[in-house]
């Protein structure tokens, strides 16, 4: 691939997932337990490139189960966090949500690392900071004091996880709404 343009190199991949599709989901769909197969940890990383988000989550939680070994130095379900969340905060950035995949993994943050859990933490405050200023905008104080009260939460989850952390600038103005919210 060394060479190629970006474009190039996507339109490439998605060739390959198509022409691997059928293999690789018929592995995952066999269930091999612990069988290596040569194709299929590289064609769950190429979903990713190519933006298939959803099959992406999907079959590397299948590979996983499967003991599928991750082609890169990063584990598979680690590499798979660390995708999904960097994604989530690009869609944040822009004004994107990023559900309902950032949801989906999030579900399975008690299994992460203290680092990756805490990004997750933090975006999960973001994204309820962003909900609780809608429901402002909307004037419906209740639910912004509720998604502050979750924002609260998910900051703190995020220091509790890992004490590096940067949520103490993000964790005051969620207290200091929320003060407002009482008076």
Do not use: N
Request: with cysteine; net charge neutral.
């Amino acid at each position: 691939l060394k060479g190629l343009t970006l474009e190039a190199k996507r339109a490439l991949k998605l060739q390959l997932v198509e022409k691997y599709r059928a293999h690789a989901e018929g592995f995952l769909a066999a269930g091999h337990a612990h069988l290596a197969d040569p194709v299929v940890p590289y064609w769950v990383i190429w979903l990713w490139d190519v933006g298939d988000i959803e099959g992406f989550i999907r079959c590397g939680r299948q590979a996983e189960a499967l003991s599928q070994r991750s082609p890169l130095q990063t584990p598979s379900r680690e590499f798979r966090w660390y995708r999904v969340l960097d994604w989530a905060g690009e869609e944040l950035k822009a004004g994107r949500s990023p559900e309902p995949y950032f949801g989906d993994v999030y579900a399975e943050v008690g299994a992460m690392p203290g680092s990756i859990a805490a990004g997750y933490h933090t975006l999960a405050g973001k994204l309820a900071v962003g909900r609780a200023e809608a429901a402002e905008a909307e004037g419906d104080a209740e639910r912004a004091r509720s998604e502050y009260e979750s924002a609260k939460a998910a900051f703190e989850r995020a220091k509790t996880v890992h004490d590096k952390a940067r949520v103490e600038t993000a964790l005051k103005a969620v207290i200091k709404k929320l003060e407002q919210h009482r008076s």
